[in-house]
């Protein structure tokens, strides 16, 4: 059974891809073409009916960053069960706030590579 990138989000995904929030577009600049210890990410990278920020394949992890929208009653449940769905798959996730990213990005990406299985 296919569960990456299934045809029926590829517009999406591209939307999100152009239209990136400013914290996404910091990180990327980090992880893109293999920067972060040489680990291959992807940018909204769809799983099942999840679209994933960030997407490093070779250690099965997913990076979200979360804005305010992430915060309500609403939004916390819908990351619960997408952390359970993917966590069911074998794709571990960590999340950061979008805040965290201008102001500690350092740790964050400590906190990436920790998450490396290697």
Not at 91 to 102: G, M, P, Q, S
């Amino acid at each position: 059974m296919k569960l990456n990138n299934l045809p029926k989000l590829k517009d999406k995904r591209l939307q999100l891809r152009k239209t990136l929030t400013p914290a996404e577009a910091k990180l990327w600049t980090l992880l893109k073409n293999n920067q972060l210890e040489g680990r291959k990410f992807r940018r909204q990278h769809s799983v099942g009916n999840y679209i994933i920020d960030f997407y490093c394949p070779s250690e099965k992890l997913a990076i979200e960053l979360d804005g305010a929208g992430h915060f309500t009653e609403e939004g916390m449940a819908y990351d619960e069960e997408r952390t359970e769905v993917l966590n069911s798959i074998g794709i571990k996730v960590i999340r950061f706030e979008n805040e965290t990213v201008f102001k500690f990005l350092d740790h964050v990406l400590e906190e990436i590579k920790r998450n490396f299985k290697i």
